[in-house]
């Protein structure tokens, strides 16, 4: 089966920090370009963070910038999430696209695959 396992999530206050990680299970990350999205409760699926294959080029959402920083290696991705406010409570997923659709600006969660189960992230006031 195709897809990611996510991992990392925990309840914490507001202000901490947490690490998220995706592995790949049964498919390699080279060549995609890696999505990290949150779906909230009562709320659609939104893309936060965005990472180019090589590496070199990121993408963030106005609502993260500044504190969450998104990276990979090898078959993993990471997203390292500082300063967090309970407006970031939600389910974290990560998933891929193709080089083209990450530089072609699109990130809408249609355009990615191999979604994961996810990982809670609660951040408490």
């Known amino acids: 089966q195709l897809q990611f396992v996510e991992s990392g999530g925990d309840l914490v206050q507001s202000g901490g920090s947490l690490r998220l990680s995706c592995e790949a299970s049964g498919f390699s990350l080279n060549y995609y370009a890696i999505g990290w999205f949150r779906q909230a409760p009562g709320k659609e699926r939104e893309g936060v963070s965005f990472i180019s294959s090589s590496g070199r080029s990121t993408r963030y959402v106005d609502s993260v910038k500044g504190r969450f920083t998104i990276s990979r290696d090898n078959d993993k991705a990471y997203l390292q999430m500082d300063s967090l406010k309970p407006e970031d409570t939600a389910v974290y997923y990560c998933?891929?696209?193709?080089?083209?659709?990450?530089?072609?600006?699109?990130?809408?969660?249609?355009?990615?695959?191999?979604w994961g189960q996810g990982t809670q992230v609660t951040v408490s006031s």
């Open positions: 998933a891929v696209c193709s080089e083209s659709t990450y530089y072609g600006g699109s990130f809408e969660p249609t355009d990615f695959a191999y």
